[in-house]
């Protein structure tokens, strides 16, 4: 049994993109999923897509790579983990790289990056820092 899955999809991505792959395929969650609509919207990563194979849902993440083939992704880090969560009021929001990065934090209003958090004048859990 995995306990923390979200430092596994965390952990798959950065070591992929540090291998220079093309792809990853991770097993699918609900939030998986959202993160990584959230990780596409922000433009670090190219696509995705979800398929099932046998009872588990996979999704597929096509990595992106800059000209000169660095990945986009040059951080990822866990920030609430299962033995210490990390939550933070609506002021108190941080900012990655002084807004270079995003923060993905779950609220009351759904998984959001920082800056939709702010927007939305919402706190909740930090979940992790992509930059």
């Known amino acids: ?9 965390l952990t798959r991505i950065r070591n992929a993109a540090l291998a220079k792959h093309d792809k ?5 969650s609900k939030l998986k ?12 990563i190219k696509a995705f897509s979800t398929l ?9 993440v096509v990595l992106k ?9 040059s951080g990822l880090r866990r920030v609430s983990k299962p033995g210490l969560r990390i939550y933070v009021s609506k002021d108190r929001i ?6 270079m990065g995003i ?5 009351s209003r759904g998984l959001m990056t920082d800056r939709d958090a702010r927007k939305e004048n919402v706190g909740g859990e930090v979940i992790c820092s992509v930059w």
């Open 94 to 99: 941080p900012k990655v790289l002084n807004g």
């Open 65 to 73: 790579y800059d000209d000169a083939g660095k990945p986009v992704i």
């Open 1 to 9: 049994m995995m306990t923390d899955p979200i430092a596994d999809f």
């Open 103 to 107: 923060s993905i934090l779950t609220t």
């Open 24 to 28: 990853v395929r991770i097993p699918a």
């Open 52 to 60: 099932e194979e046998g009872p588990q849902t996979l999704i597929d």
């Open 33 to 44: 999923i959202r993160m990584a609509e959230i990780l596409q919207s922000e433009g670090f």
